[in-house]
């Protein structure tokens, strides 16, 4: 399967990362068909879903583009809450010398010196000093949850607006027990990684400055807060999350007919592949895992199967991504570069130990040592100045040393020149996309990957193929993320899926 992979595509790309354990890869292929035959039931009619090449274009409004853009916006918040459990709320931080920083440094500076000014006259005048300490107050309650009543009633009490405005006017107010109170508070409700920017606030002594200051840690408290309420949302999120990206989508799709123009298109030549006879020939697992062998044609479960898995073999500089995983366009890329390494890898380490002694091919310390000085090697092979070649290079010379020092160790003879030759000859060769033993391993990875995707309800879950087992930790992390993002992706968009394929799987 996976050569056929490598002839349709082009560009072989792939980064991912994951702390998820064993289990979690357990837990992310188990029950998908249980719950995407629920979310099918309760799904809008595929009836809807329209094949995009005879949905003629139409003129829309700047107002229906306008909401469109929000419910794809909405929809793609949604998705990144429910998809990245690093998902973050993160302060806007304006470029040093863009013009809106500057208006706005402007703007605060106005306002402050007139604040400065108010409270410098004789008497002082605490209009804008007042308003400041309501914006407070009001924030401070936002922070409450609903049982902090004792905390409720002692920021209403000591903030009593009208209560202030009258000692103001009688000059019997004292703003700095009122700074004193609400640093106090702001203390008890932020969170412990505010603790130091909250103690800091007690050792400014001027008003203005210190309101100021108070502001700049209240919107950092702002920031902890929503993503205190994200965090607390996920797992309800998680139950609706399906049915709001489908219906986000539907409305989309009778706003913007054409939009399944290039999933149509993925999953053609998806179907094509598979109905090829020589790839058939290739892969009887799948048909017989998805209950398609006696068919004439794949089943639907394996072209969509195959379709993910040539997303990991995707030409980004030349074709549009499929509208149904454009929000996970990164992911897929990010999985494309991470597999890319690990095949470079494998592949050294394969070439490795195939000439090593097997007393130390077998030792795992040294194993894990060689794999470690890889990966730090090839970790830049992502960026545009990484060259491979050359790294490749280094690494035959690290390899050579490391191989020849655990021969002496293990009271073997070293390397001998020749075979010294040998060895960064064939590591070097491996930069060539075309070399026997990258492809090999490139194959077995995809093979690894497809596994999980067709093993659902098999138990033992499968194990790395012959000669992956130095990665198969890394092979497992990749999987992890990957089957729980397509299965996501199925539970999502099968009904558009399932309309398109059932026209395509029929053609004669």
């Not at 700095?176 to 050792?203: H, W």
């Not at 091919?361 to 194993?367: H, L, M, T, Y």
């Not at 020092?405 to 930069?431: R, W």
């Amino acid at each position: 399967m996976s050569e056929n992979l490598d002839k349709s595509n082009i560009n072989e790309e792939g980064k991912s990362k994951s702390n998820d354990s064993e289990q979690g890869l357990e837990d992310a292929v188990e029950g998908s068909d249980e719950a995407l035959q629920k979310i099918k039931s309760g799904s809008p009619s595929t009836q809807r879903v329209q094949r995009p090449h005879s949905s003629p274009p139409r003129f829309v409004t700047v107002e229906e583009l306008l909401e469109t853009a929000k419910g794809v916006t909405n929809m793609t918040i949604a998705h990144e809450i429910v998809i990245n459990g690093d998902f973050r709320i993160k302060p806007v931080e304006l470029p040093e010398d863009s013009l809106e920083k500057k208006v706005k440094d402007i703007v605060h500076k106005a306002f402050w010196d007139c604040l400065s000014v108010q409270l410098s006259e004789d008497p002082p005048t605490y209009d804008r000093a007042i308003k400041l300490v309501g914006e407070i107050k009001e924030t401070l309650l936002s922070f409450l949850l609903p049982g902090h009543t004792r905390l409720r009633n002692q920021i209403t009490e000591v903030l009593d607006l009208d209560l202030i405005k009258q000692e103001a006017e009688n000059g019997a107010l004292d703003i700095s027990k009122l700074a004193e109170f609400i640093i106090g508070m702001m203390g008890t409700l932020c969170a412990p990684v505010r603790d130091e920017e909250v103690k800091k606030l007690k050792d400014i002594k001027e008003i203005v400055p210190l309101f100021r200051a108070i502001f700049s840690v209240l919107d950092l408290m702002k920031v902890d807060m929503a993503n205190f309420a994200v965090s607390s949302i996920r797992p309800h999120l998680m139950q609706q999350s399906v049915e709001y990206e489908r219906k986000q989508f539907q409305e989309f799709l009778e706003k913007q007919p054409n939009s399944l123009d290039f999933v149509t298109q993925w999953l053609e030549e998806a179907a094509d592949d598979l109905m090829n006879q020589k790839y058939r020939n290739a892969l009887p697992a799948v048909g017989e895992a998805s209950g398609s062998g006696d068919g004439p044609g794949p089943d639907p479960v394996a072209v969509q199967n195959y379709a993910y898995l040539k997303l990991l073999k995707w030409d980004h500089l030349h074709r549009p991504f499929p509208e149904t995983v454009l929000m996970d366009h990164s992911r897929f890329q990010e999985f494309q570069l991470q597999l890319e390494q690990l095949t470079v890898l494998g592949a050294v380490l394969l070439v490795t130990f195939s000439m090593a002694a097997p007393g130390i091919s077998s030792r795992a310390d040294f194993a894990e040592k060689l794999k470690m000085i890889v990966k730090i090697l090839l970790t830049d092979m992502h960026l545009p100045s990484f060259h491979l070649e050359d790294a490749l290079t280094t690494i035959g010379e690290k390899v050579c040393l490391e191989v020849s020092s655990c021969l002496s160790l293990c009271g073997f003879s070293p390397l001998t020149m020749d075979k010294e030759a040998v060895l960064k000859g064939q590591i070097q060769a491996v930069a060539s996309p075309d070399n026997p033993i990258r492809r090999i391993v490139d194959s077995r990875i995809l093979t690894f990957l497809e596994t999980y995707l067709v093993s659902s309800h098999q138990k033992p879950l499968p194990t790395a193929p012959g000669g992956l087992g130095p990665v198969q930790t890394e092979l497992e992390e990749v999987a992890i993320n990957f089957v729980r993002l397509v299965n996501y992706n199925k539970m999502v968009f099968s009904p558009y899926y399932d309309a398109i394929l059932s026209k395509i799987l029929v053609r004669p």
